[in-house]
């Protein structure tokens, strides 16, 4: 939280002054917890009542870090235990820069192309009164689908 005053007074002076606390920028924020999480520190669970969290942080240092006791698992391949389906067979976009690319989703195990038929609504037209009167259409596609 970051504090926050106006003044207030005949002419500009600052003969009253109002104060209140503001959260910071949401973009600040997020910007500041992408930071602590490429950083974070992995406590052995060994040692972690032990007080000995990592040899080279000193204990005022680790209050300000984000720290884990288990790594995460891998979300690319499939674990039943965790409820994750992994990512192979999911579509992806092939020539996107995002989180939806080949090359994210896919985990580094490439990707096919594949032709993909299916069935859709189309062709809709509103009757008076009161539906809707659809064609089915057949739309037949190239996608890309991890390996």
Same mark, same amino acid.
């Given at each position: ?10 002419s500009g002076s600052c ?35 032990? !007080?000995?969290? &990592?040899?080279? %942080?000193?204990?005022? +240092?680790?209050? *300000?870090?984000?720290?884990? =006791? ?17 990512t192979q067979g999911r ?16 985990? !580094?195990?490439? &990707?096919?192309? %594949?032709?993909?038929? +299916?069935?859709? *609504?189309?062709?809709?037209? =509103? ?21």
């Amino acid at each position: 939280m970051k504090r926050r005053c106006k003044c207030h007074g005949t002419s500009g002076s600052c003969q009253f002054k109002t104060c209140w606390h503001v959260t910071p920028d949401f973009r600040a924020v997020s910007t500041l917890l992408r930071e602590k999480l490429q950083r974070a520190v992995f406590v052995n669970s060994r040692n972690k009542n032990s !007080g000995a969290f &990592h040899p080279r %942080l000193n204990k005022k +240092r680790l209050a *300000r870090e984000l720290v884990y =006791f288990e790594k995460s698992p891998d979300f690319c391949e499939r674990d039943t235990l965790v409820d994750s389906p992994g990512t192979q067979g999911r579509v992806c976009n092939k020539t996107s820069h995002q989180m939806d690319s080949c090359a994210s989703l896919c985990c !580094g195990r490439g &990707h096919n192309i %594949l032709m993909q038929t +299916r069935r859709e *609504r189309c062709n809709c037209r =509103f009757h008076w009164c009161c539906y809707v009167m659809c064609e089915e259409c057949r739309i037949t596609q190239w996608v890309n689908v991890c390996k």
